[in-house]
Each structure stands twice: as structure tokens, then as C-alpha cells.
């Protein structure tokens, strides 16, 4: 276990606190009592086909599946035989009922202008998108990649591919135009749709020049598809790029939905592992709706008369599940805002609250951080009295940011939701059902129906009662990974292969004597900065890619306000280890993988600490960005001088 782990435990080790949901609250939840949950849970466990497929039920089937549940993991299929459609879950099913008037997308941009569409509204614009893909040559079964900004047409986008039975693989507007090409390839992207720009914090992030940029290396685009947002002047490239609005003026708002099988794959996300090559995640349609809709339903607790705003950008998983697909499948209004949370003023977020009377608000524990740092006067300029559940998603809570959700933002009425979940998990897997578990700050609790943990050894052994170890899943559930673009093999061994017959987290974990769990930190070389999952080889691959750089090691440091930040130990070719070089590389990383793997830290070192057998001692450099004494065993360390320089390097 990482040092990173052992630290997270100790502050969370001594939270005792406990918040039972408040009686008003259960009075009106969708699962009330915590006889319900246990009776849910036990018959998933027992019986996963009967219980998910009485949920499936509550899907539309274009032809009805033979079987729930086909073979065991990694290698499960779900709701075999049976043909479905995303767009149709998530639109034509709510048009013949007052819904079709009903808000789906409440959509405010960074510059303060709106939009609202309707079921009806997002129905048309699907349709006629859909058209578009068609007509540009894009057939079911090809991928399409989106690098948008987060404006209603990307959502538009992915419902249209979905129509067509088109793979969408969106790239978030953080990459860079090499992370584009790359992903471009490893999926064999047809056509890429993007912006002119989006704005952030009253700039324009110029998105359509990074995919110019990108096409140099991207063979496989024939097409690209340019949405217009902030009227920054762009190249189009004649035969190749197609304005949105030229391509959408003629285009029928009828287009039949392709009938797909359930294992049919909706979408491709990349993310990061322990090597520096991201992981095309894969999941199926049937399985992920499913789970997307009933986690929605179960852990947000959604009401036909709720808006509902999770802040995350549709670029990563949390935007995939519960922007997207998991409240359109259950017909609910769900807010997307565009910018910055400080932007033009740290209210942002609260201002957007009380004009929208936002009753569920899912956010990061980053964000949470930097709101406690802003001040309570932003949010308590607003009225926040509309909100009624609160939850947070990709990192640990610390008790401390916790306790000021629970107090500034929930006015201590509103439950709090701690979800622990993953891209591959495609949805919600551990996290308090808000009208039945008291919550303790840090954890995410119990599992969700379906949802079979173990805290295991490295040799897969089950440990007891507050015993940190491999956090893995016993049992397959509908919305979880089924490959990895690709390579199915990889699939098989970075989830599979370690613990005989369950699926590996990457996390590890302890739980506690009522059953609760807490999240300590990976197990692997992901870093976790602001709720974005980054890997240290992808940083340092990216490094010596600059011809001054011999060597570099990257680990993450805790964060007062990004949970990790990112540490580079550089050895040099030169000698020029000027304050300039530093920058230089800061924005070579960014040029090379995106403004979100930008380092923190960069620390010239004449050596990097080694073992004998030549593999850097990572544990020590984390002691060292951590500015900590390093109490691990430096036996096998080459040369302790190495260490005695670092040390002394420190900045
Ligand atoms: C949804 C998402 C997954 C990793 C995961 C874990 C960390 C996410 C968490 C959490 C503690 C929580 N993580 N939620 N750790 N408590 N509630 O974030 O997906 O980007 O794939 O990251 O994030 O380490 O393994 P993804």
C-alpha cells in the first residue's frame, strides 16, 4: 500500500461522526427504509437475473431479450438477443406523455446566455443530426470522436450516435491536439464533430485548431463536423470540415432508430492505467442504461418534478452517466453548464442554484475545496433553500470539506451522497441511498444493490474489519467495461487477472465494523488530481519526449485544494537547469497530453534514487515531494548519496 494510503487512512481513521437521513427526507425517498435496501441487495446478490431483469422491464426493448445474464467475468453479456436503442430510451419513450413538453436540458453558457430543450426540442435536433452523420458516410458500428465544449450539442451529438448505432468517443477539452490524434487512432475514429471554441473564464479555448492540429495525424478522419460557439475565426479545410448549422438546415427531424443488439457498444472513454497508453473503456447499451437509469433513480433519489445538476464536464465518465444518459433515461430535467465555477464571480455555482431552484447537486470534492477557500459570503449570497440532496464523486471527501457541504450548502437538511465509482464501472457502485444510510464523513459507504465488494490480500485472501487491502468485486453487474477498444487482452489482465474471478478495482480500501466503506488511495501509478485520473508514466513519457530530459519520475503530493498534485523528478542532458527550462517542460507536458497534466512541481536531480535491479524507488520520491521524513526501508537503495542530494534539492 502506498504511503499516500496510509496518510488518508489516519485522518479518516479517527471520524466517528455519523448522520442519520433527516425524517422529512425518508418520509418521501424512493427507497425509505433499510429493510428495503437489504431485501434489494440480498435478491441482487442471490438472484442477479430476476432482479435485473424485473428492471430491465422499465427499459423500452425494440425485440426482447432470451437472457438476462450470459457466462461468468470477465467475459459477461447482458439481456442477450435482446435489440435496443439509447436515443429512444432516453427520448421517443418520453414523447407520447406530457413529458414531450417537459424540460430535458437546461443549459446556461459561461457568458450568461440559455437555453431550454424540451423532450420534443432534443427529440428534433437528434433526429436531424443523426441525418447529418448519415449523410457525411458515417454507418452503425463506426466511431466517432467528440471534442466539444460543453454546450447542448454534444449531448445532441451522442444521442445521435447512439440513433445510428454509432461508437461515440469523447475526448475532454483539456487534451491536447496529440492526445486527440492518439485516441483518433487507437479507435479508428471516421469522423470527428468539435467547435469553433468554448469559453472558460471569459476566454475562447480554440478547440477546432487543436483538431486541425490533429488531423496531420489522425489517417483514419475523413470528416469533420464544427459546431459554432464563440465566432472565433477558423480554417475549414474544403471536403473535410462541415459547419453544424450549414449541415442541419436541410436535414429531415425524422431519422427510424437503429435497432442494436444490448451488447452493441455505445461508447468508447479513455482513461488512465499504469502504463503511460490511456485504456479505450468500452461499454455495452442495454447493461449501461440500465445502470445509469436506476442508479440515477436509487442514489440521487429522482423525482419526476426535480432539476438535477451535476457539474461535471460530459468529457469524463461522471458527465457520460449522470449528465447524459442516466436522468434522460429516467425523463428528468438536467441542468449543463458550460464555464468556470469562479467565473465571472465565485457565486457561479450558487447564482446558478437559485435561478434554476436546482433541488440535487452532484459535484468534486476539488470544487468543494476551492469553495470552502473562496468563502462562505458566495454561497451564502443565494438562495440554496431549493436544494434537498447533495452529493460528490471522483476522490476522497475529507471529513473537513465534508462537514462545510453538510453545513454551508446543505444548511444540514440535505443529505449527502459520497459515490464511488469508476470510468469502467460505468456507474454508481458504492454510496449512501440518501433516505436510508447514515453517513459518516469520508465514506462512501455500502454498496448499492447489485453491487458485491471484498477487501482482499495480494493472494486474494477476504480481511477482516478495518484491514486495508484490494478493493475487488465479486459479482458482474449490467454496466461495467466489457473491453478495451482493442485489446481485449489487456482488458482481461489489468482487471482480471490479478484476483482469480473478480474484478479489480485499482483501489485499495479497508471496511469498517458497520460495513462501511473507505476509499485509502490506488494501487497503482494513477494519480488522482482534481478528480482526474492521471498516470505518472503518461507524465514522464511525455518528459523525456523533450530532448533535454534524460529521466524523469513523476508521483503525486497531497493538495491542499487538487487532492494530488504532480511532482517531476528531471535528470538533465545539459546542464541548463534554469528556472526557463522549468517552465519549458511545465508546457511541453501540456502541449503533449493537456492543460490537465500540467506539473506542479518540476525538481532538477543529478539522479534518480534506484534499487539495485535499476527500478526507481517511487516511495521515496513520494516522501520527498511530500516533504516528509521517509520511514520505508531503503536497503536495496544503489547509492544513498542520490538520496542525500534530493533531499537537499528540495525546493
Ligand atoms: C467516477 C470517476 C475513478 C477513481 C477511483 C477512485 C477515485 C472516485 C471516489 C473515489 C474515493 C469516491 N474515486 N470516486 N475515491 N471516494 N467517492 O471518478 O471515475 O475518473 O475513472 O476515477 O477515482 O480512485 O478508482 P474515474
Given amino acids: 500500500m502506498s504511503d499516500q494510503a496510509n496518510e488518508n487512512i489516519e485522518s479518516v481513521l479517527q471520524e466517528t461522526r455519523s448522520f442519520p437521513p433527516p425524517a422529512e427526507f425518508v418520509e418521501q425517498a424512493n427507497i425509505s427504509s433499510q429493510e428495503q435496501y437489504q431485501e434489494m441487495w440480498n435478491r441482487a446478490k442471490d438472484d442477479p437475473a430476476g432482479f435485473w431483469g424485473d428492471l430491465a422491464q422499465g427499459l423500452e426493448w425494440a425485440q426482447p431479450y432470451d437472457n438476462v445474464l450470459e457466462g461468468e467475468m470477465p467475459e459477461t453479456k447482458w439481456f442477450t438477443g435482446g435489440k435496443i436503442n439509447a436515443s429512444v430510451n432516453c427520448i421517443d419513450r418520453h414523447l407520447d406523455s406530457w413529458r414531450k413538453n417537459k424540460a430535458a436540458i437546461v443549459w446556461e453558457g459561461e457568458p450568461g446566455d440559455t437555453r431550454v430543450l424540451r423532450y420534443q426540442d432534443l427529440y428534433r435536433e437528434v ?17 466517432v470522436t467528440l471534442y466539444m465544449p460543453m454546450v447542448p450539442e454534444l449531448a445532441i451529438a451522442m444521442l445521435a450516435c447512439s440513433r445510428i448505432g454509432a461508437t461515440h468517443s469523447i475526448i475532454f477539452g483539456g487534451f491536447s491536439a496529440d492526445a486527440i490524434a492518439d485516441r483518433n487512432n487507437d479507435a479508428q475514429a471516421k469522423l470527428v464533430i468539435t467547435a469553433d471554441g468554448g469559453w472558460r473564464r471569459g476566454k475562447n479555448i480554440p478547440l477546432k485548431a ?47 432508430p437503429v435497432e ?101 447537486f452532484y459535484t468534486a470534492p476539488t ?18 433553500s431549493s436544494l434537498r440532496l447533495l452529493g460528490t464523486v471522483g476522490e476522497p471527501i475529507n471529513p473537513e470539506a465534508w462537514m462545510w457541504y453538510h453545513t454551508v450548502i446543505g444548511q444540514e437538511r440535505c443529505p449527502i451522497v459520497d459515490t464511488w465509482w469508476q470510468t469502467e464501472t460505468g456507474g454508481i457502485m458504492m454510496s449512501p441511498l440518501p433516505g436510508v ?30 484491514q486495508g487491502g484490494l478493493l475487488v468485486m465479486r459479482q458482474p453487474w449490467p454496466h461495467m467495461l466489457r473491453t478495451l477498444y482493442g485489446d481485449h487482452e489487456r482488458f482481461k489482465d489489468v482487471y482480471f487477472s490479478t484476483i482469480e474471478g473478480c474484478y479489480l478495482a485499482g483501489d485499495s480500501a479497508r471496511r469498517d465494523e458497520d460495513g462501511y466503506y ?75 497530453i493537456g492543460v490537465v497534466a500540467t506539473p506542479d512541481q518540476i525538481r532538477f536531480a543529478a539522479a534518480l534514487p534506484k534499487t539495485r535491479s535499476g527500478k526507481i524507488m517511487r516511495r521515496l520520491l513520494r516522501d520527498i515531494a511530500a516533504g516528509r521524513e521517509s520511514v520505508g526501508d531503503t536497503t536495496t537503495l544503489e547509492d544513498l548519496n542520490v538520496l542525500a542530494n534530493l533531499k537537499q534539492g528540495d525546493e
Wanted: net charge negative.
Fill in 210 to 256: 487543436a483538431v486541425d492540429q490533429s488531423m496531420e495525424k489522425s489517417p483514419s478522419v475523413e470528416k469533420v463536423v464544427v459546431y459554432r460557439r464563440t465566432g472565433c475565426e477558423v480554417d475549414m479545410v474544403p471536403d473535410r470540415d462541415y459547419w453544424w448549422h450549414d449541415l442541419m438546415e436541410d436535414a429531415s427531424a425524422e431519422c427510424d
Fill in 437 to 466: 444510510t447514515a453517513t459518516k464523513p469520508g465514506s462512501c459507504t455500502t454498496p448499492l444493490p447489485g453491487v458485491v465488494p471484498d477487501i482482499v490480500t495480494a493472494e486474494g485472501e477476504s480481511l477482516g474489519d478495518n
Fill in 127 to 143: 433526429c436531424k443530426f443523426a441525418n447529418c452523420l448519415k449523410k457525411l458516410g458515417v454507418e452503425t458500428g463506426d466511431r
Fill in 518 to 592: 473507505w476509499i485509502m488511495g490506488r494501487i497503482d501509478d494513477v494519480i488522482n488530481v482534481s478528480g482526474h485520473r492521471l498516470s505518472t508514466m503518461e507524465v514522464e513519457s511525455a518528459l523525456v519526449s523533450h530532448p533535454k530530459v534524460a529521466e524523469a519520475a513523476v508521483v503525486g503530493y497531497p493538495h491542499d485544494l487538487k487532492g494530488e498534485g504532480i511532482c517531476c523528478f528531471v535528470t538533465l542532458t545539459t546542464d541548463d537547469g534554469t528556472e526557463e527550462l522549468k517552465q519549458e517542460l511545465k508546457q511541453h507536458v501540456r502541449t503533449q
Fill in 260 to 360: 442494436l443488439d444490448s451488447e452493441h457498444p455505445l461508447f468508447i472513454l479513455y482513461t488512465s492505467g499504469s502504463t503511460g497508453k490511456p485504456k479505450g473503456v468500452q461499454h455495452s447499451t442495454g447493461g449501461y442504461l440500465l445502470g445509469t437509469m436506476m442508479t440515477s433513480k436509487w442514489v440521487f433519489d429522482l423525482k419526476e418534478e426535480d432539476t438535477y445538476w451535476c457539474t461535471a464536464d460530459i468529457g469524463w465518465i461522471t458527465g457520460h452517466s449522470y449528465i447524459v444518459y442516466g436522468p434522460l433515461a429516467n425523463g428528468a430535467t438536467t441542468v449543463m453548464y458550460e464555464g468556470a465555477p469562479n467565473w465571472p464571480d465565485e457565486g457561479r455555482f450558487w447564482e446558478i442554484v437559485e435561478k434554476y431552484q436546482v433541488n440535487i
Fill in 367 to 384: 470544487a468543494i475545496r476551492a469553495f470552502i477557500k473562496w468563502g462562505d459570503q458566495w454561497p451564502n449570497k443565494y438562495d440554496l
